[in-house]
Structures are given as C-alpha cells and as structure tokens.
C-alpha cells in the first residue's frame, strides 16, 4: 500500500521554513519516497561533512559457478546492492541484475551454470518471488505467481534438475514445501502442506528421494522431519533422549545418507555440531570441547570435510573439521571479525565465506586448505575513510537490577576528544540478536567526527550467551531487559569519561520497542531517543504483523489472546506511557513493513503529539523493515546527525 502524503504534516513543514523552502539551496531536497513530518529541513552544508561516511560498500559471496573459478557476489553500485560476476580475486565485477531493489541471493544452476536463480521483493514488503536469469538471452524470469507470498529458501537437488523451496502462497500464513525444476516453472508442485511459518527444507538425501527438513517454533525449540517426496508420510526424526525444547540447525545429509548433520543445544548451553545417525537415531556430539555457541557449518560437495563458524565472544573462528576422523582444527590467518555465507566450490578444493571486521564492512575471501592460504576477492571501497583509525570496541560489564552481569561493546571516541564525552546507547534487534564488534559504517561519524562514545548493549534475551540467558525476557520478564538498560545508566553514570547527562538511546525493530520502553521509564535520564521500526504496543503488533510470523513472535512475547498477557502488554506498552516522555524523540518506519507494521509508529507519533509534545517522523513510501535504498539511507543519516547535533550539543541554526 503507498502512504499518502499528509498535506496538513506538509504545509506545517513548509510553513516551519518559509515559504521558499523548497527552492532553497541550502538544504538537502527530500529523496521523492520519503514523507518527512515535523522535521525541520537538513543543511546541505552536512552533506559534504559526512561524505566519506556514507560512500562505503560492502560485498558478499552468493554462489560459486559449478566448474569456473568464478563467482557470483552482491555488492551496490548504485541505490541498491545487485548480483554481479567476479572472474578472479580483485577482478572486476560484472553488473548482471539492475533493479530498484535490492537483490542479495542468487544460486547458479549446479549442472552447467546456464543462469542463475534469485529473489527480490518489492519496496520492501518481503514478499520474495523467485526469478531465474538466462545468460544466453540475458533475460529474467519470474517462477513464482506473485502476490502477497513469501518464496525463498532454496534447495538444489543433488542431480542438479530441481530445487526445493518455501512458500506461503497457499493462505498466507503456513510455509508449504514446493519442489520445481526452474527451467520449467509449469513443473512447480507442492509437496508437503504444512501449519505454521517456520518451515525450511535443508537438504535432499543422496539419493534425490527425500528432504530434509526443520520446523522452526522459537529461537529455542525447533523439530525435524524426513519428507519422502514418492508420497509416503513424513516423519520427525527425534534423537534418543532429546528433550522437548531442543533447537536444531543446519541439516545436512551426510555423503552416504545414513546420517544427518545439525547444530543443536541438547544437553547442552550452546549449540555444538552434531552427527545423528537415522537407524539409531543416536546423536553424538562433534564439537564437545568448544563451549560457544557454533553458529553456521558447510559439508564440502564431496562431504570430506565440515567448516564451521563460532562465535567466541562476538568474534568469530572458522574451523575445519575431517568427516572421517571427527578431528577438527581452527583455521589460521583469518582477520578478526564475523564470517558468514560459507561455500564450498563444487569441483575445487575451495571455501569462499564473506568476512566483516572492525575496519572493513565485508568482503569475500577464499580458502584453500591444501596449503591454507587465504585469498581476498574482493576490496571494497570505503569512500576516502581512512579505516586503521577506527576504534576497537572494549568489552564492558555492568551488574542488572537481580545481580545478573550483563555485557556490551564499548566504542571511544578519539582521544582528541577531551572532557566527559556524551554516549549513544545502540540496542539490537531481534531480540533474539547480538550485537557484535564489526565495522560501524555511519556511526562512525559520530565517534570521529563529533567525539560521541558508543555502547552496544547484549542485555537478557540476547543470543550468543547461552540458551538460558536467551530465554530471560520471554513472556511476563520483557521489562526485565529494559531494566537492564537502566542499570547501564547506572554504570555511564559512574564513567568519568561519559557524560551522564547526555544520552541518546537508538534501535531497531526489538530495539526501537526497546528505545520507546527506555525513554518512558528512564525520561529523566537521557536526553532523546531515536526508533527505526519499532514495537509501540505488543497487542497490536501481534495483531498487524503477517500472519506467517504470528505464532513465531507469539513464543518469545506472549500470547495476547490470554487476558492475564493482554493486560501485561496494555501495562508495559510504550503507546499507554506517552505521558511520561518529554526529550525529545524521532520516529522512522517504512510503509511496507511486514513485521513491524506502520501502525505501529504512526499510534505512538499521535498519542505523544496528543499530549502537545513534539515529534520527528520519517516515513519511507518504499521501504519494509528498515531502510535498504541508498538516498533514503544517506537522508535519514543527515536527519539522525541534525538531531544528534540539535538534543546531544544544543546546536541548532
């Protein structure tokens, strides 16, 4: 649905700067999408103070070309991320999809390379369709109807003739399992019907026969299920003595079928690799000395090898471990940082994965481990910012309201910056999320630039920590978490390089729930607080969002159709607590957001405006959840810097 433009929000913006302010020079014009309401205009003189903070890119591996030592990459060159080829490390990339939206995935066709499989959205609604992409004609393809249906999660059959795939096309709300050959979309065919939106298929046996697949319940409980595509039932693979609440990941056949490759946290914290032999359904853990959690795992085409990823304290060590043996070894060399989108080459010895750090917003790297050498593919630009300078994060901890120790990443700001330094507190989403040390992009601007600290906070519900941290904030304990941030006021109140008195808190999706919570119970001690798509009443939301998320959000918040949670929610809900705000607050959604619908915003923007205060709103006509279009992006970072400057400094034209 398009937002209309308010002419009342319009004129009094007008208004606000002169009748001429359209016309002038001297600020930045407003991208056409986005409805600015109650913001004043931004100076163009910020533009080009912020530049070099705003001109980086990043790229990330999509797939390996079946037999070239080629690849396909995801990278921006224009407003949006799109695919393109790369035929050698630091090679050129080769622009091959030129779309308004952004395109991340793509799959090469695993026999020959004839065209590539990816999907795209519209304005940011999610509602993923996939395509095909000829390299013959140059042409696309759409392979799915349309609509308002989530497809996406592919599957290439080990034959190299279908993919297995998720769609909620049937109604809206469960995630059915369809099988198709993309050069043929009239072959499209349903073959598991299912309830609830969890549902992913993994992996096909050896044999092309089955799938395997994981239906999703929570962060923490997760089942899995052999699907028999003759037509026989499926069946739920449940490993001896697994208790109920058992998370699984990954799900891959091993090369020989009998066995089933997972991550999983039975009997354990963390989730560690596992090997589940089907006859037995034994489980024995791969991974028992490594206490974090294993966050992702690849077998290698010709199932010798595994490579996994683990998260150690927010940085991440990519491990190799012998299928044969069981024997597994970190690998050396990789820079510090976050490792992601592991591939392994069909026909070559090499890994490719996608690496982000402290000073680099992610490039591709390649591994041999004949003889461990690591390779960069790509460098992308960072727009003249000079990246050594930058800040690594130190971690702090700080004692919660019930003597639980909780943790964060703390960015200084040069040392040039004397004095007490005021602070952004940053909350993540999710909230089963963690924020993690990585390479900052525009916050950067902040530290270096205006001599603002940085704090990312993990408060309870976090990932990363252990299952049962993660499960601290479930239900009736959601004020728990926002407690955890008063108690990191506490600890910036004692710094004597923070400025107590002059806090910003900021987040997203979960986080801006977060930042609404924080600036109506602490309003006294912070100075503004900035929302991106957040969560301003947990009824409504449950309500509003899609239906295929519904139950999923459900687990984690609540149940609002229970009176004793529906009364909790009307008694935490940032919406019924407006009048308790009086800093100063700024408000960002896109209109098309699935998951944290508009209304959401738009409730809290009118009932703290009903109590005669006054508010930023920043809405995107084409954007979901979160903003991904380059000149939205650059103008609500001019918007975010002006009112940094305005509530953090006093300044103000």
């Known amino acids: 649905m398009r937002a209309l433009r308010l002419p009342l929000a319009l004129l009094a913006l007008l208004a606000s700067v002169g009748p001429a302010a359209a016309q002038q020079s001297d600020t930045v014009p407003v991208p056409e999408n986005l ?6 205009p931004i100076p163009s003189s910020l533009v ?44 050129a990339r080769s622009q091959l999809t030129f779309f308004d939206e952004p395109v991340t995935f793509a799959s090469y066709e695993p026999r020959t390379g004839a065209y590539f499989l990816f999907t795209k959205d519209a304005g940011g609604n999610e509602f993923g369709q996939l395509y095909r992409y000829d390299f013959d004609t140059r042409r696309t393809v759409q392979l799915t109807p349309g609509g308002r249906s989530q497809n996406g999660g592919i599957r290439w059959s080990h034959a190299g003739d279908r993919i297995a ?7 809206g709300a469960d995630r059915d399992l369809y099988v198709m050959n993309p050069a043929d979309s009239g072959t499209d065919h349903l073959v598991l019907q299912v309830e ?61 079928g009998r066995a089933l490759y997972v991550t999983t946290d039975q009997g354990s914290e963390f989730k560690r690799l596992a090997r589940i032999d089907l006859a037995s359904r034994r489980l024995a853990v791969l991974t028992p000395r490594i206490d974090h959690d294993v966050v992702a795992f690849e077998p290698s085409h010709d199932g010798r090898t595994i490579a996994f990823t683990v998260n150690q304290d927010g940085r991440f ?85 019930d003597g639980r120790e909780i943790t964060g990443f703390y960015y200084r700001p040069p040392a040039r910056f004397t004095g007490k330094r005021p602070v952004i507190v940053d909350i993540h989403g999710g909230p ?39 499960k601290l904030d479930n239900g009736m304990h959601r004020l728990d978490s926002v407690r955890d941030i008063g108690a990191l006021l506490d600890w910036i109140a004692g710094q004597p390089d923070i400025d107590a008195g002059r806090v910003m808190v900021t987040g997203g999706s979960y986080g801006g729930y977060m930042t609404l919570a924080v600036a109506t119970m602490y309003d006294k001690r912070i100075r503004s607080s900035l929302d991106v798509v957040g969560i301003s009443n947990f009824i409504t939301f449950l309500t509003n969002t899609e239906s295929y998320r519904r139950d999923l959000r459900r687990v984690e918040y609540g149940d609002e159709r229970d009176p004793a949670m529906r009364a909790y929610f009307e008694t935490i809900a940032p919406v019924n607590q407006t009048d308790s705000i ?32 006054s508010v930023w709103y920043l809405l995107a006509r084409d954007e979901g959840h979160g903003f991904r279009k380059k000149p939205n992006v650059d103008y609500l970072f001019y918007s975010t810097v002006e009112f940094v400057r305005r509530t953090l400094f006093d300044l103000a034209p």
């Open 196 to 256: 609830g939106g969890g549902w992913e298929a993994n992996d096909w046996s050896p044999d092309d026969r089955r799938l395997i697949a994981i239906e999703g319940l929570s962060v923490n409980r997760s089942r899995l299920w052999l699907v028999d595509l003759a037509g026989g039932p499926h069946r739920e693979i449940v490993p001896l003595g697994a208790p109920d609440t058992v998370a699984y990941g990954g799900a891959r056949f091993s090369a020989d």
């Open 48 to 91: 080009d103070q912020v530049r070099p903070y705003t001109e980086y890119r990043s790229a990330g591996l999509a797939d390996w070309h079946p037999s070239r030592r080629e690849m396909l990459i995801a990278t921006r060159f224009g407003s949006t991320p799109q695919i393109h080829r790369v035929g050698m490390p630091l090679g």
């Open 432 to 470: 089963e999320g963690q924020a993690l040390p990585g390479f900052q992009g525009r916050q950067t601007y902040f530290l270096s630039e205006l001599g603002v600290a940085l704090i990312e906070p993990n408060v309870r519900g976090s990932t990363g920590y252990g299952k049962t941290f993660t």
């Open 317 to 401: 060590a990519l491990y190799l471990l012998d299928t044969a043996t069981g024997r597994y070894r970190a690998v050396k060399g990789v820079p510090l940082g976050i490792v992601g989108g592991l591939r392994w080459h069909p026909a070559r010895n090499l890994l490719g994965f996608t690496l982000s750090t402290i000073r680099s917003p992610g490039d591709v790297y390649v591994l041999d481990p004949a003889d461990q050498t690591l390779t960069r593919w790509t460098e992308s630009e960072t727009g003249g910012l000079d990246t050594s300078t930058l800040p690594e994060p130190q971690l702090i901890r700080w004692t919660s309201f």
């Open 165 to 171: 795939y998720g769609s909620t096309r049937r109604n």
């Open 582 to 613: 009086t800093r100063p607050l700024f408000v960002v959604q896109g209109a098309n957001d699935p998951r944290v619908p508009r209304t959401e915003s738009e409730q809290m923007v009118k009932r703290v405006r009903d109590r005669g205060k």
């Open 35 to 40: 409805v600015p309401d109650g913001m004043p």
